[in-house]
């Protein structure tokens, strides 16, 4: 009992710390297969100058703001450089489709540029029967030139990247700023100003897969991801819904403390997937198993030791040998 315990604390110090990858794209090899956009992949991304705040009265699935859609800032009130936002439209003004893409089975290989302050994604469908990996490698171009350069890489969910394009919404929208002032106070102000008991609340509630696929200020990422099962997503107030994945590149200071923060750059991010079949696949139920029978094992160890212990002084022999005193003759 004791080492169930300690090997998880120990295990830790073994493995490598989150957000610290460095790897070459090299080990995302293979035969690559084309690209068919919107049906292997789909690009999408989120720019300053799109304003996607939504509000109640533009709520409408039957009019332009529906839950389909994007509404843009007519006035583009958010500054920035169109020199330094390389994202064409359809990026970022249409809503991902809730059709999903095809089921990723093949390896791909492709390049996304970045704009400053911006965000760019791949949504892809990955299968359960094969192991994943995922080789990401990040540079900057300044004028003809490439130059080192740092971002943020997530692997999220598409309920997780719907949060997470809330928050960056918001961090660039003109309204309700006051609302989350926790999102944008630095690291000092957030130290002296906010209350030990608020510390580690989050408004925007993002997070990515299982909470740890999060590399941060890093220039190389290299993930894998085996599932058990088709990723699904339920509530207590929604029905089960199917869920694809975002491999996201952030180039914006997000409300992560250690983040790469803007560089005022183009970033060129070469993105590689790679797919190994699995030979064998256990159904989520062997896992109970296992651990049932461990305990189980665990528990009737001693019984079956003690049993053997108190009956190791009886001999079968014994009775069967006893012989009655004679009787004295008179």
């Not at 970022?92 to 290989?109: E, F, K, Q």
């Not at 598409?158 to 690291?187: A, K």
């Not at 991010?269 to 989520?284: F, G, Q």
Request: hydrophobic share 40%.
């Amino acid at each position: 009992m004791l080492s169930i315990f300690l090997i998880p604390m120990f295990g830790g110090v073994l493995t490598p710390s989150v957000g610290t990858a460095s790897a070459a794209i090299d080990d995302c090899k293979g035969d690559l297969s084309p690209i068919v956009w919107n049906e292997t992949i789909s690009r999408h991304a989120e720019v300053p100058q799109n304003d996607n705040w939504w509000f109640e009265e533009d709520w409408d699935e039957d009019k332009r703001g529906g839950k389909n859609s994007k509404r843009q800032n007519d006035e583009g009130t958010y500054p920035y450089d169109p020199a330094l936002s390389p994202e064409e439209e359809w990026m970022y003004l249409n809503y991902h489709s809730p059709s999903p893409v095809d089921t990723l089975t093949t390896n791909i290989a492709t390049t996304m540029l970045i704009g400053n302050d911006s965000v760019g994604a791949l949504r892809v469908n990955l299968s359960s029967e094969h192991r994943t990996t995922i080789c990401v490698e990040i540079q900057g171009v300044v004028g003809d030139s490439t130059v080192p350069a740092k971002a943020d890489v997530y692997l999220m969910t598409t309920s997780q990247y719907e949060n997470y394009e809330w928050s960056y919404n918001r961090m660039h929208g003109d309204r309700f700023t006051q609302w989350f002032e926790r999102e944008s106070i630095s690291d000092d102000e957030f130290i002296s100003e906010v209350p030990p008991e608020w510390a580690a609340f989050d408004v925007t509630g993002w997070k990515t897969y299982r909470d740890v696929h999060a590399y941060e200020n890093t220039d190389s990422v290299v993930m894998s991801i085996a599932m058990d099962g088709p990723e699904v997503y339920s509530s207590l107030f929604s029905d089960m819904e199917y869920q694809e994945f975002f491999i996201v590149v952030d180039t914006w200071d997000n409300s992560r403390r250690g983040d790469a923060g803007v560089q005022d750059k183009i970033l060129v991010a070469d993105v590689a997937i790679s797919t190994v079949e699995r030979s064998v696949v256990l159904p989520n139920w062997t896992v109970s198993i296992a651990f049932f029978v461990f305990f189980m094992a665990f528990v009737l160890t001693p019984v079956i030791i003690n049993r053997r212990y108190m009956d190791a002084g009886i001999d079968p022999q014994a009775d069967a040998e006893k012989k009655l005193m004679p009787s004295l003759q008179q």
